[in-house]
C-alpha cells in the first residue's frame, strides 16, 4: 500500500482515538473498541439466526472497517488535492467513509453472515454502538488511570524531597 494512504489512515485513527499511534494507551483503546464490536456482532447475529462462527464474525465486521478506511485515505489523498472546494475536506472524506462501509458492510457481511439486509444493517449499526461504549469506557479508564499513575509519581517525588 502506498505510503500517503497509511499516513492518511494512522492520522485518521490518531484523531478518532485521540492517543498517539503507537503508544500503549492507542492499542488498549482501539482494541477494546474492536472487541467489543466484535462480541456485540457475533452475539447479535447468533441472535438473528446467523449459524457463523467467530472468526466469520471478525471477517464480516473487519473487512467493512478496512476497506471504509481505505476509502477515507484514498479520498483524501487523491481526490482532495484535485478539488477546490471550500466544503470538500470536511465532508468528502467521511462521506465516502460511510458509504464504502455501508456498501460493503450491506454486501460482504450478508453473505457471510447469511443475514437479509436489514438484519445485517442492524447487527452493524449494534456492533458500532458497542464499539462507541467501548472506546468511551476504556478511554475514560485509561485517562483516570494515567492520572492517577501521575499524582502517585508526584506524591513519592514531594515524600523523598528534603524538607
Do not use: H
Not at 490518531?14 to 466484535?38: D, Q
Not at 456485540?40 to 467467530?54: D, E, F, W, Y
Not at 472524506?93 to 460493503?104: D, G
Amino acid at each position: 500500500m502506498p505510503e500517503p494512504l497509511i499516513d492518511s489512515i494512522l492520522n485518521l485513527l490518531t484523531s478518532v482515538i485521540g492517543y498517539a499511534a503507537g503508544s500503549n494507551a492507542f492499542y488498549v483503546v482501539f482494541g477494546v473498541a474492536l472487541f467489543c464490536a466484535w462480541v456485540i456482532a457475533r452475539l447479535s447475529s447468533s441472535v438473528l439466526g446467523s449459524k457463523r462462527g467467530l472468526v466469520a464474525s471478525f471477517f464480516a465486521l473487519c473487512l467493512p472497517l478496512a476497506l471504509a478506511l481505505l476509502a477515507y485515505a484514498a479520498v483524501e489523498v487523491y481526490a482532495l488535492p484535485k478539488l477546490e472546494q471550500s466544503w470538500a475536506p470536511l465532508y468528502l472524506p467521511w462521506a465516502a467513509f460511510a458509504l464504502a462501509f455501508l456498501l460493503t458492510g450491506l454486501l460482504l457481511s450478508r453473505r457471510i453472515w447469511g443475514l437479509g439486509t436489514v438484519l445485517t444493517f442492524c447487527v452493524l449499526i449494534f456492533a458500532a454502538l458497542a464499539s462507541l461504549g467501548g472506546y468511551y469506557g476504556s478511554s475514560l479508564l485509561t485517562d483516570l488511570l494515567g492520572t492517577g499513575t501521575g499524582r502517585i509519581e508526584e506524591r513519592n517525588a514531594q515524600i523523598q524531597d528534603p524538607i
